[in-house]
Nanobody, 116 residues
Framework: QVQLVESGGGLAQPGGSLRLSCAASGFTFSSYAMSWYRQAPGKERDLVAVITSAGGTTTYVDSVKGRFTISRDNAKNTVYLQMNNLKPEDTAVYYC?????????WGQGTQVTVSS
């Protein structure tokens, strides 16, 4: 079955960096685009970044452009989210996502807290 396992969250100071990882299994990873979403307390889950199956194209929400970088290693079945110059408003639970046909699959999420 499809499994997504996020890691790398934690506490960071404003201006700091974190790198999230999402290990995938149960499907042909290299055939699917992968996404990162985030959900802040009391808010909806929002798309943060998307990367195509071969990694050739990436897309970001405006609020993270120039600060976050999504990447993937198809040999390791892993997608990453490098987050630099973190801001308090980046505080959220971050989720890895894949859409396979008409189904959306999610990991358990990893908490990112940006605070001084």
């Amino acid at each position: 079955q499809v499994q997504l396992v996020e890691s790398g969250g934690g506490l960071a100071q404003p201006g700091g960096s974190l790198r999230l990882s999402c290990a995938a299994s149960g499907f042909t990873f290299s055939s699917y685009a992968m996404s990162w979403y985030r959900q802040a307390p009391g808010k909806e889950r929002d798309l943060v970044a998307v990367i195509t199956s071969a990694g050739g194209t990436t897309t970001y929400v405006d609020s993270v452009k120039g600060r976050f970088t999504i990447s993937r290693d198809n040999a390791k079945n892993t997608v990453y989210l490098q987050m630099n110059n973190l801001k308090p408003e980046d505080t959220a639970v971050y989720y890895c996502n894949v859409r396979i046909r008409f189904a959306y699959y999610w990991g358990q999420g990893t908490q990112v807290t940006v605070s001084s």
